[in-house]
DNA sequence: GTGAGTGCAAACGATTTGCACGGTG
DNA sequence: CACCGTGCAAATCGTTTGCACTCAC
């Protein structure tokens, strides 16, 4: 769309979706939300300050913080912490794990084909888990074939 | 080479296991993991510097890095990356996962019963995977009685 | 003796904070 | 109109780095 490149991104449906998750629909609101539906993957918030500066929607790295922050505190947004200071956002309707790869710092997403349950009920009594995030780390395929 | 050299804490066959792991018993490394052994949980770079000089074995917070860097490469130490800029190390025989309270920030151990393997297999081909990384969030049990 | 490992301070990068303004509801 | 959320810059925090020296082997 000709709308998306003059500096409105793809934001139909999106102020409703913060409204009804109790956010109010600002416009760096819209932007990241949109931003994340947009580029599926991980980024980090400094990826999505360039990204939405260079698109011509100029944000302050704090303000993006902020955003990011509020996002995902709603659920609109998952957080995966894949390292220290490595805060990687995603928008993404089914949760899953990711894959770290140590040797080009690559994420893979994982499908969640085992729920926590069992753990969790062998552990914690009495607890309310809202979250369980899972961080595998390895080689990923194209490193260990370059490895040998 | 007297191993009683190391002071007042529990020391006696740490050099030998750090020898064993590739590692030089030096110093602060031996009073690192003699910390660990000694206060099971879960402790911060911090509160090992700090525990430390408290007891009257002065470390500098970048040897403390450092040392536990080693330790945890060697695999003598395991790290949990709690939150952003929240690295927590312990001394542990077995993997276990993680649970941290969003409220109070307590982090429990929570033994691990089913392996990660299911979800590997339907997501990662031709990785290699060393470690599997668990954080469950939620309210811990304390928390949630508190608040009704 | 030799090199790994440490002491030390300073750099570094990610994230947070405080306050005044602007826009949303 | 009231208040939440943002712009902005600077502060904060955990962690890493570089170099000279020391100690374990």
Not at 64 to 82: K, Q
Not at 118 to 140: K, S, Y
Request: hydrophobic residues 45%.
């Amino acid at each position: 769309m000709d709308a998306a490149r003059a500096g409105r991104l793809r934001v139909d449906g999106l102020a409703d979706e913060l409204r009804g998750a109790g956010l109010r629909a600002t416009r760096p609101r819209l932007l990241v939300l949109g931003f994340l539906r947009e580029h599926h993957g991980h980024h980090s918030a400094e990826e999505v300050t360039a990204a939405l500066t260079a698109a011509g929607e100029p944000l302050l790295r704090g303000s993006v913080y902020s955003v990011l922050g509020g996002l995902v505190g709603a659920g609109l947004v998952l957080v995966a912490d894949t390292g220290p200071g490595r805060s990687l956002y995603e928008a993404s309707d089914a949760w899953h794990h990711h894959f770290v790869c140590r040797v080009c710092g690559a994420v893979v997403d994982v499908p969640c084909v085992v729920g926590a349950r069992p753990c969790l009920e062998a552990g914690l009594v009495g607890a309310e888990v809202d979250e369980a995030q899972v961080i595998f780390r390895g080689r990923c395929a194209a490193c260990a074939a370059a490895a040998g």
